[in-house]
């Protein structure tokens, strides 16, 4: 799991980077494979990527994953292709919810995050405490332990 939080330490201009890239790079497979492959599955294997990249990187370049990867999709493998126009209904009704999913999933992985990241500072805290807890005691049961000790040879 640690390996997956340091992908978020990375500098933003590299998690826009790797989102871009990873985006471009599934596409053109897609793309490759577009007499094979239908545009539904091309949609879902974005989707699927994005999802992936949202367990990796900061809320903003998953964003732009999700609209880019959508825009993308309705580009290339969207007929009329090379447009950004969406002459079926069907299409445009894929197009949007597939935008809307892809959104949706990105600020919910970036919600769990930070709960994780509440409890996690949480269960720091709560641990602090009890450390301190151990040495208060420790510390109280030693100078109980001294000043009677101190007392018994002031009575002695």
Known sequence: MNSLSNTRKYPITKQYFICFASIAVLSGL???????LSYKVTALLLLLLVTIL???FDILPILFSAVFSALIQNFFFI???FTFHISNPEDILLF???LSVALVNVVLSFKIREKEKKSRNKEEKVNTIKLYNTLLNSLSHELEHR???SSEQWIL
Do not use: E, R
């Not at 897609?30 to 094979?36: S, T």
């Open 54 to 56: 949202a367990m990796l």
């Open 79 to 81: 007929a009329p292709y």
């Open 96 to 98: 949007f919810i597939y």
């Open 147 to 149: 000043l009677q000790q």
């Open 30 to 36: 897609c793309y490759l494979f577009k007499n094979d």
